[in-house]
T-cell receptor, first 111, second 112 residues
């Protein structure tokens, strides 16, 4: 069966510090991968998606970047966090049919 | 461009009564539509999906949704609410590359 992991589960970081969130998928190969952010009291916003290793598409201009160093690994990064980067970050993957499955999420608080 | 609008930000029902969460969509072609549920501090779980097959879609936990093209709606219903149904529900439409476009969410409260 397929499984999606995210870590860390929670993170508190000071403004201006770097960020690295990791997402890995098990039990599948060459999945489409997605990063979403959910700000407090709001719906989810797609940040990045990837259709393969090294292939990243950005949906919105922002302080974040994404990388896909391996087939089943998707990393969300920032060089300097802003207060507005606080939120709940969700990684998702897409199997062959029209469905996305989400990881457990990382709650990021920037102080 | 595709979009979804969830008509109610909060819905409150009593346990055992019906649930109706409303969603309208906008799409230039036949869409794929989904409902996801998010319990507090948890990830998202797929409740059900519509992908141009039967217009009445049955999901998990007794939920179902009906795709109505003439009304551009995809409302989520359940005959009898349970306390464990209290959560936030998102209506979602699939865009290009299967990017998901989320509604703003409806928070469902269930009272005893």
């Amino acid at each position: 069966s397929q499984t999606i992991h995210q870590w860390p589960a929670t993170l508190v970081q000071p403004v201006g510090s770097p960020l690295s969130l990791e997402c890995t998928v098990e039990g599948t190969s060459n999945p489409n991968l997605y990063w979403y952010r959910q700000a407090a009291g709001r719906g989810l916003q797609l940040l990045f998606y990837s259709v393969g290793i090294g292939q990243i598409s950005s949906e919105v201009p922002q302080n974040l970047s994404a990388s896909r160093p391996q087939d089943r690994q998707f990393i969300l990064s920032s060089k300097k966090l802003l207060l507005s980067d606080s939120g709940f970050y969700l990684c998702a993957w897409r199997p062959l049919e029209h469905t996305q499955y989400f990881g457990p999420g990382t709650r990021l608080t920037v102080l | 461009a595709q979009s979804v609008t969830q008509l109610d930000s909060h819905v409150s029902v009593s346990e055992g009564t019906p649930v109706l969460l409303r969603c309208n969509y906008s799409s230039s072609y036949s869409p794929s539509l989904f409902w996801y549920v998010q319990h507090p501090n948890k990830g998202l779980q797929l409740l059900l999906k519509y992908t141009s097959a039967a217009t009445l879609v049955k999901g998990i936990n007794g939920f179902e949704a009906e795709f109505k093209k003439s009304e551009t709606s995809f409302h989520l219903t359940k005959p009898s609410a349970h306390m464990s149904d209290a959560a936030e529900y998102f209506c979602v439409i699939s865009g290009g590359y299967n990017k998901l476009i989320f509604g703003a969410g409806t928070r469902l409260a269930v009272h005893p």
